[in-house]
C-alpha cells in the first residue's frame, strides 16, 4: 500500500504520460451521480484523448423510481442533442428514450431509477478535436437541467 502511494507520487511528480496500468484506467473512468432534484453532479466530463474508452458510472442517489425520476446519461454533439432527445422522447420509457439505431447517440446508458447506477462506455475515438459535444439525461423534460459538455483533454 505504501509502495504504490508512493510510485504514484513519483510519476505524478514527474508528470509521465505513460502510466501503469492501474494508473490509465483510473484516468479512464468517471462517476456522475444524479438526484431526484433533476441535477447531475457536474456540468463537465472531461475524456483524456489517450484513453480508447471511457466509462462513466452514472449513480441515481435520489429515492424515487425510474418511472417518476429516471435518469440516463446521453452523449452526443451539442448541435445533435435537441433532436436526439425529442426522437428518444417520442421511443418511450422501454426505449431508455433514445431512439434505437440512432447514428447521432455516441453513447447512452440506460434509464435508472432512485438507489440504482448503471455503467456507459464513451467510444473516444468517436470525439474529434475542435468539435463540442454534450452529455444530457433523455427522460421527458430533464434535459433542460441536466445537461453538460463532454470535452476532449490531451
Ligand atoms: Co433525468
Do not use: W
Not at 504504490?4 to 513519483?10: K, L, N, Q, V
Not at 474508452?53 to 446521453?74: C, D, R, S
Amino acid at each position: 500500500m505504501k509502495n504504490t502511494t508512493h510510485i504514484a507520487g513519483f510519476l505524478a511528480l514527474l508528470g509521465f504520460a505513460a502510466y501503469g496500468n492501474t494508473a490509465a484506467a483510473a484516468t479512464c473512468a468517471t462517476t456522475v451521480q444524479a438526484n431526484d432534484a433533476m441535477q447531475f453532479s457536474t456540468k463537465t466530463i472531461a475524456v483524456p484523448s489517450s484513453c480508447k474508452q471511457f466509462t462513466v458510472t452514472l449513480k441515481h442517489t435520489g429515492q424515487l423510481p425510474v418511472a417518476v425520476m429516471g435518469h440516463n446519461l446521453v452523449v452526443t454533439k451539442a448541435t445533435d442533442m435537441a433532436g436526439v432527445g425529442a426522437d428518444g422522447m417520442k421511443s418511450g420509457a422501454a426505449a431508455n428514450y433514445v431512439k434505437a439505431g440512432d447514428a447521432r447517440v455516441i453513447a447512452a446508458s440506460k434509464l435508472v431509477g432512485g438507489g440504482q447506477s448503471t455503467v456507459v462506455n464513451i467510444p473516444v475515438a468517436k470525439l474529434k478535436a475542435g468539435e463540442s459535444y454534450e452529455f444530457f439525461c433523455s427522460f421527458p423534460g430533464h434535459s433542460s437541467m441536466m445537461r453538460g459538455t463532454v470535452s476532449l483533454t490531451k
